[in-house]
């Protein structure tokens, strides 16, 4: 009886938490469904008398261009994960099998990229991208965002390569398999859980990112999505329904991406987390 007692507690504490986290997610989604006369004649939850969501995307997309920015961010995300994951896949291969000289060394220069703040970068990458002239260029940030994932990403490969049994890469030596051949042979297909961990969290931070696409970029064709909803806020008179409709619709790519690769996600950590 009371250890009964004692989970119907914790779950109503829970359940009182989910309902904490979920309020304001209700709320944004009752005014992004508004039109604006709503907005302005009505409490925040009240049901809207005219369905607006899409007629605010409509006046978002030919206001603000916000598809032009969906598209850019969409380029960012996916390019700059995919360069991390090949990267760091061919470094956590060489340090955890072909091990180098000061193997763990190299794995901690890399990985400190994670344990400083990523405002002390900006100063010295703005300097270097005005010199080079990738400042204010899509090939420029995806360069940046793939070296922001990349330490990340290491992690998880280099966790997950110590799982591998060496039996399978002694058969593959045996069949005259070399050290490329090997990691895109075996290593590579054999990392899907490890991948799509990679994928789902770089991915979504590259689509979330606001600082490095505020100060590394000007023009409105170059910029992510979410410098474009951050100067939204800033015109006057913005409607605030349409602001929350854009919101929302920014959400959705990585929703739909968690839901994709949602199965390997605790799968992946907990092999790449394993034996380190």
């Not at 004649?41 to 920015?69: C, M, V």
């Not at 970068?121 to 080079?132: E, F, G, R, S």
């Not at 899509?138 to 994932?149: D, E, P, S, T």
Request: charged share 10%; glycine share 6%; hydrophobic share 55%.
């Amino acid at each position: 009886m009371r250890r009964k007692l004692a989970r119907f507690f914790v779950y109503l504490a829970f359940s009182l938490l989910a309902v904490v986290w979920l309020l304001p997610v209700v709320s944004t989604l009752f005014v992004a469904v508004k039109t604006p006369q709503d907005f302005v004649s009505q409490k925040f939850y009240e049901l809207p008398r005219t369905f607006g969501f899409f007629r605010n995307l409509a006046d978002a997309a030919s206001q603000y261009r916000i598809q032009d920015h969906i598209l850019v961010s969409l380029l960012y995300s996916v390019a700059g994960a995919a360069l991390a994951i090949l990267f760091a896949s061919a470094a956590g291969y060489s340090i955890v099998r072909l091990k180098p000289r000061f193997n763990f060394a190299l794995f901690f220069i890399i990985y400190a990229g994670t344990l400083f703040p990523f405002q002390m970068y900006l100063i010295p990458v703005y300097n270097l991208y005005n010199a080079i002239g990738l400042y204010d260029t899509r090939i420029g940030m995806i360069l940046v965002y793939a070296a922001i994932c990349i330490p990340f990403a290491l992690f998880v490969f280099r966790g997950f390569y110590t799982t591998i049994p060496r039996e399978i890469e002694e058969a593959a030596k045996l069949d005259g398999c070399g050290p490329l051949r090997m990691l895109f042979r075996i290593f590579v297909p054999n990392s899907t859980a490890p991948t799509a961990v990679v994928a789902l969290f770089q991915a979504t931070w590259i689509w979330n990112d606001l600082l490095f696409g505020m100060v590394l970029t000007r023009r409105d064709a170059i910029r992510p999505v979410m410098v474009s909803v951050a100067s939204m806020m800033g015109f006057g008179g913005t409607s605030i329904p349409m602001l929350m409709a854009v919101v929302f619709a920014v959400s959705v790519p990585t929703i739909a991406l968690f839901a994709a690769l949602g199965r390997y996600f605790i799968s992946g950590m907990v092999m790449s987390t394993t034996d380190l």
